[in-house]
């Protein structure tokens, strides 16, 4: 589950989930709902392999947010389904499910230029729930 963080130039959102893959899914599912709304539910028909590391997991979620921001900018490709192989602080691992961009099935709403650093924090608290916070530059 996701929420929209009121921030004056660029849209944030924040996450809570009970384990580290499904915070990764919900901010992917975050990023893509800002961006396009569906006129019908997608059909998964393309497969595409994802390997990415990084110095830390706050690093981990901008690259795997950029990645999946890059997809759609260069090959207008997006995700509805995700499985991991590994995911861990500074690794993931795993396959992208998805189908290519259709302006007849699917409305394009907000532009995201970029996933920043600004005000990013990943972690888990005391009680064990995953959390994240995240501004897309619009």
């Not at 800002?34 to 979620?61: G, H, R």
């Not at 921001?69 to 991991?84: A, C, D, G, N, Y």
């Not at 691992?93 to 099935?105: M, V």
Request: net charge negative; with cysteine.
């Amino acid at each position: 589950m996701y929420h929209l963080l009121d921030h004056t130039a660029d849209i944030g959102i924040t996450i809570e989930e009970q384990s580290l893959q499904q915070l990764f899914v919900s901010a992917a599912e975050a990023m893509v709902q800002l961006m396009v709304a569906f006129k019908k539910p997608p059909v998964s028909v393309i497969e595409v392999p994802c390997s990415l590391t990084s110095q830390s997991l706050d690093q981990l979620m901008i690259r795997w947010l950029s990645e999946l921001l890059f997809l759609f900018e260069t090959k207008q490709l997006l995700f509805s389904r995700i499985v991991f192989d590994a995911l861990h602080q500074k690794e993931l691992k795993g396959t992208l499910f998805g189908f290519p961009f259709d302006p007849n099935q699917h409305e394009q709403k907000l532009v995201i230029k970029a996933v920043t650093y600004h005000k990013l924090e990943v972690l888990q608290d005391k009680s064990g729930i995953w959390k994240a916070s995240i501004i897309f530059d619009i």
